[in-house]
């Protein structure tokens, strides 16, 4: 699926996901698809758990995954108040006037007929056991960027997660979330969460046998559907890379045109790229 990133919840209810604003790309959307569908198709069982869903872009293609018996849950403010004023700033710069638990139950019933379980409440107070330990198969963490918050909750995941269960872990490595990174590699480090794939925008590991979970992601051959599949090693543990490969859709450049870009000095080539990008303004015009 393409993702439009947007600000604005849409006044309509939405036709497909590609309508709820977000920032759920193609690597995580198939990442966590094939992740839910493999624990499906190998019968596991286990509840969902989202820690900040936004407007429901990933709740959605959480939902698709849920079987008869399970429970999926999702926490966020929405509109409330944050609990201290370091949340609130950071809610008052990037969610305040879009992000209403209206706007998500809308998106929500759009694909699916009954809504997750809603806790509308800080993150925080699901360390208070409502959450049984080991109930959950895979935990979406994508709340607080604040260091304090993030490692709360990826303690909450911890424990929320039964054997080989995932974690995917937003923003770890955006430059404007340096908390998150923090928290994310303290967990590494410090708390046994052993990493299995990481993507531009998510890390995902398991307190379990990553081995096990490995072996689903490469039970898949990402490479011929267009994906970068890279191996990396962490700490002496293996892991992977995955993103998705749009080289295959940009236009090549002409033979004059890289020759350029290559020979000429940078403040050059600034410029030849605003001309292109001015000329093709005035074709579309």
Request: glycine share 8%; with cysteine; net charge negative.
């Amino acid at each position: 699926m393409s993702v439009t990133d947007t600000s604005a919840a849409p006044a309509a209810t939405p036709a497909t996901p590609d309508d709820v604003p977000g920032w759920f790309f193609r690597a995580d959307q198939e990442a966590f698809a094939h992740l839910l569908g493999s624990q499906n198709a190998a019968g596991v069982d286990g509840d969902l758990l989202e820690l900040g869903t936004y407007l429901g872009r990933s709740a959605i293609l959480l939902g698709d995954h849920l079987r008869p018996g399970q429970t999926f849950t999702v926490c966020d403010l929405f509109d409330l108040d944050a609990p201290d004023d370091s949340n609130s700033a950071e809610m008052s710069m990037s969610y305040r006037e879009t992000l209403t638990r209206r706007a998500f139950e809308r998106n929500y019933l759009a694909f699916h007929p009954e809504l997750p379980v809603v806790v509308q409440a800080p993150t925080s107070v699901l360390a208070d056991g409502r959450i049984p330990a080991g109930s959950c198969r895979f935990v979406h963490v994508d709340a607080s960027h604040l260091y304090e918050h993030v490692i709360g909750d990826i303690k909450v995941a911890r424990d929320a997660l039964a054997g080989d269960g995932v974690v995917a872990l937003d923003d770890y490595r955006a430059p404007h979330t340096p908390g998150v990174a923090a928290a994310v590699w303290e967990a590494v480090f410090t708390l046994g969460l052993r990493p299995v794939l990481l993507t531009p925008e998510k890390f995902y590991g398991t307190w379990g046998d990553p081995e096990a979970v490995r072996e689903q992601l490469l039970a898949r051959d990402w490479r011929a559907e267009g994906f970068r599949l890279d191996d990396e090693t962490i700490a002496g543990q293996p892991c992977h890379r995955l993103a998705w490969d749009d080289s295959a859709t940009r236009p090549a450049r002409s033979l004059p045109r890289r020759i350029a870009l290559a020979v000429l000095p940078p403040i050059a080539t600034r410029g030849v790229r605003s001309a292109l990008r001015a000329a093709r303004s005035r074709r579309a015009a």
